[in-house]
């Protein structure tokens, strides 16, 4: 009978181990799915301001608002899809473009950098790059793409921990281990309204993303591709406002020469 005992004991505490590793085991992987999920969330914000900042310099070379607009509705897309908060720094232009003989021609030079800059922001933020990990393996950036497909990843671990195995479950099994407290009382360990608080407090929140916190960007030509559009698009700029444009243009050199001096 003593052996009979033992032995129940040992499946007892055999099945309680497995739940306990099962409930805290499960709750544990969902905590450090989480957390690796908010360090990516920081690193994608670097590189969204990035993105922002280079929409700001495209728009200083289109002379304002009003030319960023004409700039992306003559090139067939929307501007509300570049988006920008206010006051977002001017990303700087380190390098001088390669000589020019003519004023339009030298705006054109530095229209192409900040277009360069504004396609390859985008590339990096919405799908990243491959990069060596420092151990001879080669591993894609943190990019926008992977971010929500971890994001759904975890929401399917949130509600298979949150269905399959309850803290209110556990209390129950807990419970009817306990021939005196069965005798007593219900097994239940909760009851009704009860248990569903308790699971309530312990369910872990679906991890939920809204574009306006990690906006899409469309992928922007290489600047090859359009090069005849864009010296169109500053051809007519010069023309209609050549003050302005010298003006600009003699402000990017005082700033990238602050920047090598």
């Not at 800059?117 to 985008?122: K, V």
């Not at 949150?162 to 005798?183: E, I, R, Y």
């Not at 090069?227 to 406002?241: E, F, H, K, L, T």
């Amino acid at each position: 009978m003593a052996d009979f005992k033992d032995l129940t004991d040992a499946l007892t505490d055999e099945v309680l181990s497995d739940m306990a590793d099962s409930f805290f085991g499960a709750r544990v992987d969902v905590d450090d799915a989480l957390e690796l999920f908010h360090e990516v969330s920081e690193k994608l914000h670097v590189k969204l301001y990035q993105v922002f900042r280079a929409c700001v310099l495209l728009e200083k070379l289109c002379l304002g608002p009003d030319g960023f607009d004409d700039f992306w509705v003559s090139a067939g897309m929307s501007r509300s899809r570049f988006y920008y908060p206010a006051g977002v720094e001017c990303a700087q232009i380190f390098d001088k473009p390669p000589f020019a003989f003519t004023g339009r021609g030298e705006y054109i030079k530095w229209f192409g950098i900040a277009y360069d800059m504004l396609a390859a922001s985008i590339e990096e933020y919405m799908h990243g790059s491959i990069k060596d990990d420092g151990n001879g393996r080669k591993i894609r950036t943190v990019n926008r793409e992977d971010f929500f497909r971890m994001a759904d990843e975890i929401n399917v671990k949130i509600e298979k921990v949150n269905k399959n195995v309850t803290a209110s479950d556990v209390l129950k099994f807990t419970k009817s281990l306990d021939p005196a407290a069965v005798q007593k009382e219900s097994i239940a360990g909760c009851v009704g309204p009860q248990c569903k608080v308790i699971d309530d407090e312990m369910a872990f929140t679906l991890v939920t993303l809204k574009d306006i916190d990690f906006p899409q960007f469309p992928d922007l030509p290489d600047r090859n591709e359009v090069s005849s559009y864009i010296s169109g698009y500053c051809s007519q700029v010069w023309a209609r406002d050549k003050v302005r444009v010298r003006a600009l243009i003699e402000d990017l050199k005082k700033n990238v020469n602050k920047e090598l001096s």
